[in-house]
C-alpha cells in the first residue's frame, strides 16, 4: 500500500501562487508515475500534471507555463508549484500514484492510489 497526503492548499488572490505538497509513505516504489487531478463544483475530476520516475514531465494545456511539477525522492514529496493562478484553478487538487510509466497520465482508472485532496481558491 501506498500512502498520500497532500498539504499547501488555501485561498490566494488571481495572479498569486500556491505550492502543493503530496507525502507518500509505505511501498514507494510502487509509484512509477505521480499526478496532480483537480476537480471544481459540478465538473469531472481532471489530470494537471504527472511526473515519470525518471523525472520527465506531462502538462494539462491549461496549465502549461503557470504550473511545475517536481518531486523530491530523498523525502518522498511530489510538488505542484502553481503560479499565476486564475479564478478557474479553484478546485480540490488530489495526489494519485500508479504502477505504470506516465504514458496515459490523464487516465484517473489507471492511478491506483489517491490522497485525500487540498482545497485551492482563487479569487478575482
Given at each position: 500500500q501506498v500512502q498520500l497526503v497532500e498539504s499547501g492548499g488555501g485561498s490566494v488572490q488571481a495572479g498569486g501562487s500556491l505550492r502543493l505538497s503530496c507525502v507518500a509513505s509505505g511501498y514507494t516504489d510502487r509509484s512509477y508515475c505521480m499526478g496532480w487531478f483537480r476537480q471544481a463544483p459540478g465538473k469531472e475530476r481532471e489530470g494537471v500534471a504527472a511526473i515519470n520516475r525518471d523525472g520527465s514531465t506531462s502538462y494539462a494545456d491549461s496549465v502549461k507555463g503557470r504550473f511545475t511539477i517536481s518531486k523530491d525522492n530523498a523525502k518522498n514529496t511530489l510538488y505542484l508549484q502553481m503560479d499565476s493562478l486564475k479564478p478557474g484553478d479553484t478546485a480540490m487538487y488530489y495526489c494519485a500514484a500508479r504502477s505504470l510509466p506516465c504514458g496515459t497520465?490523464?487516465?484517473?482508472?489507471e492511478y491506483n492510489?489517491?490522497?485525500q485532496g487540498t482545497q485551492v481558491t482563487v479569487s478575482s
Open positions: 497520465w490523464y487516465r484517473q482508472n492510489y489517491w490522497g
